[in-house]
T-cell receptor
Framework: GIQVEQSPPDLILQEGANSTLRCNFS?????LQWFHQNPWGQLINLFY???GTKQNGRLSATTVATERYSLLYISSSQTTDSGVYFC??????????FGAGTRLFVKA | GAGVSQSPRYKVAKRGQDVALRCDPI?????LFWYQQALGQGPEFLTY????????KSGLPSDRFFAERPEGSVSTLKIQRTQQEDSAVYLC??????????????FGPGTRLTVL
């Protein structure tokens, strides 16, 4: 089955810093989402982005489907950005596969 | 409701007890998914419903796990004879589209199951 790898696994930032999170996948995908799991465990939708580029405030994402990767950019990070960021994909079947996540801690 | 809801939010069961976890998807959403999330890991797919039809149950860990969505809306995940390894957060998600086609999923808050 498809493999989804996220990097880095852990990231510590000073408030105000920028960062790039990466999601590599081993096969072509039909659907790709980025989620933020907050400290209370809620998965929050960030982007639905099987291809192309999207921006929402301080966050943006780019998926290059032909090269099998997606990037999530966080600019001017805030303490509330702390949590775990997941990439999730499917390849046209019924199963969605999540990466292991990037654990982000933003220091005040 | 405005989002996906799940109940109970927390469940403590003694080993060997049966439990039932409920998911109320966003109204009108065709697709419904169940996931299991162990501590420190990403969610793992359990099963998928398209309306009332269970089209994929390949992720269910054993025959002690059973899911249903009889009227194509509310879904229940049942675990029989719970074991300690069943302790996890169980997440439900729904989507207006079809898995594998257009599939933007929205998640509920989860049910944290602890088996003693």
């Amino acid at each position: 089955g498809i493999q989804v790898e996220q990097s880095p696994p852990d990231l510590i930032l000073q408030e105000g810093a920028n960062s790039t999170l990466r999601c590599n996948f081993s096969d072509s995908v039909n659907n790709l989402q980025w989620f933020h799991q907050n400290p209370w465990g809620q998965l929050i939708n960030l982007f639905y982005i099987p291809s192309g580029t999207k921006q929402n405030g301080r966050l943006s994402a780019t998926t290059v489907a032909t090269e099998r990767y997606s990037l999530l950019y966080i600019s001017s990070s805030q303490t509330t950005d702390s949590g775990v960021y997941f990439c999730a994909v499917d390849t046209g079947g019924f199963k969605t596969i999540f990466g292991a996540g990037t654990r982000l801690f933003v220091k005040a | 409701g405005a989002g996906v809801s799940q109940s109970p939010r927390y469940k403590v069961a003694k080993r060997g007890q049966d439990v039932a976890l409920r998911c109320d998807p966003i109204s009108g959403h065709v697709s419904l998914f169940w996931y299991q999330q162990a501590l420190g890991q990403g969610p793992e797919f359990l099963t998928y419903f398209q309306n009332e039809a269970q089209l994929d149950k390949s992720g269910l860990p054993s025959d002690r796990f059973f899911a249903e969505r009889p009227e194509g809306s509310v879904s229940t995940l049942k675990i029989q004879r719970t074991q300690q390894e069943d302790s996890a957060v169980y997440l439900c998600a729904s989507s207006t589209g079809l898995a594998g086609v257009y599939n933007e999923q929205f998640f509920g808050p989860g049910t944290r199951l602890t088996v003693l």
